[in-house]
């Protein structure tokens, strides 16, 4: 179908253009409910073990952190921590609302006349989706100024500095959420009826909000990969140099390596629906103003590459859960630990050497 042939199929979908009903004709959705992608299956099934994996993720960070005694580790942790509880409670969220639809399959204009709901839930879709993005570049950066300039600053970010880093993360991705409800830009149904998201229609409202959500998405994906990048090619250099071969920070490397499989992760969930809204903008800004529904074969792609998203929220309490050394261990009973950041810099004033062991 193309973008020509999406004018509203009827005078009801064209009056409510303007509304969050606007861009989806729910008969549509009714009609192809027995459509594997659409099926409640996915929805329930992705967000129990969604659920699960983060709690036990949570429940492993608490226990983890009450045993440690390093500034630079605790900090990751409460990084790590601020991921974990993120991505629980946008599947929470959002389960809450998708799961009840798919087995009642009320009609969203009477339940929701007003859109609050559905503004509701594309704003959780929005900063659920752009926190564990810019969670990611945060932890990659200050991975990047631990590792490669540790003796820059006298001690390591603090439990509370690391809570308040999150917090404004929090706070920036709820900003984002909420600029449809400002006037930039506006939430609508989905296909198949069940959710609500931004909107891939070519008005300026619309474009520019889709365009500034994916590209921000994408810059941080870029600038994990870039701090994560360096940071690994750091230790791997340290690893080679022949006067600290055998003294190894266990858990600098612990600490990549979680990165490192975040980063993968969030780069092979995120960037085709990043780079899907992109190209589905700038291919319509021709037809600006001319086009009042999204075609079905859009509409399907979308859900699709969101139920790729989906996997980021499950998989991301895995990565700490099992690269950690007491798992790692186990499985290559070799890694030991070893000295930690004062052994690759071996030649330090002792004044230095004994605030920096204190800390």
């Keep these: 179908m193309g973008w020509g042939d999406m004018e509203p199929p009827n005078s009801s979908a064209a009056s409510g253009s303007d509304t969050c009903f606007g861009v989806f004709n729910a008969s549509d959705g009714r009609d192809t409910g027995q459509n594997s992608i659409t099926s409640p299956w996915f929805s329930t099934a992705f967000g129990l073990i969604g659920l699960c994996s983060n709690l036990f993720a949570l429940c492993v960070l608490l226990s983890s952190s009450r ?58 879709m929005v900063f659920f989706g752009q926190c564990p993005l810019l969670l990611g570049a945060t932890m990659a950066g200050e991975r990047f100024f631990g590792i490669n300039h540790p003796f820059s600053r006298s001690t390591s970010i603090s439990k509370r500095r690391a809570w308040s880093i999150v917090g404004l993360v929090w706070g920036f991705s709820c900003l984002l959420g909420l600029l449809p409800v400002l006037g930039l830009g506006r939430y609508t149904l989905q296909y198949p009826g ?47 140099d022949r006067e600290s071969v055998q003294r190894r920070r266990d858990s600098e490397v612990e600490m990549m390596v979680q990165l490192v499989g975040i980063m993968i992760i969030a780069t092979i969930c995120w ?74 810099y071996p030649v330090l004033n002792p004044s230095l050497r004994r605030k920096l062991t204190a800390d």
């Design 67 to 124: 045993k440690l005694s390093s500034r630079a580790r605790s900090s990751f942790l409460v990084f790590l921590c601020g991921l974990v509880v993120t991505d629980f409670m946008g599947l929470l969220v959002t389960a809450s609302v998708i799961i009840p639809y798919h087995f009642i399959k009320f009609t969203w204009a009477k339940v929701d006349p007003g859109c609050h709901l559905c503004n509701f839930l594309g704003f959780s």
């Design 271 to 344: 960037m085709p629906l990043l780079i899907f809204i992109i190209q589905t903008v700038l291919q319509q800004l021709p037809a600006s103003g001319r086009i009042q529904m999204l075609p079905q074969e859009t509409q399907k792609m979308l859900l699709i590459y969101i139920r790729m998203v989906t996997w980021n929220q499950i998989l991301d309490p895995w990565v700490y859960i099992l690269f950690r050394r007491a798992v790692l261990q186990r499985v290559y009973p070799s890694l030991r630990p070893r000295p930690s950041i004062l052994s690759l």
């Design 194 to 240: 069940s959710w609500c998201f931004l909107t891939l229609l070519p008005d300026t409202g619309n474009a520019i909000f889709c365009l500034l959500f994916a590209l921000l998405g994408i810059f941080s994906v870029l600038l994990s990969f870039i701090f994560n990048t360096v940071s690994v090619v750091t230790l791997c250099r340290v690893y080679h």
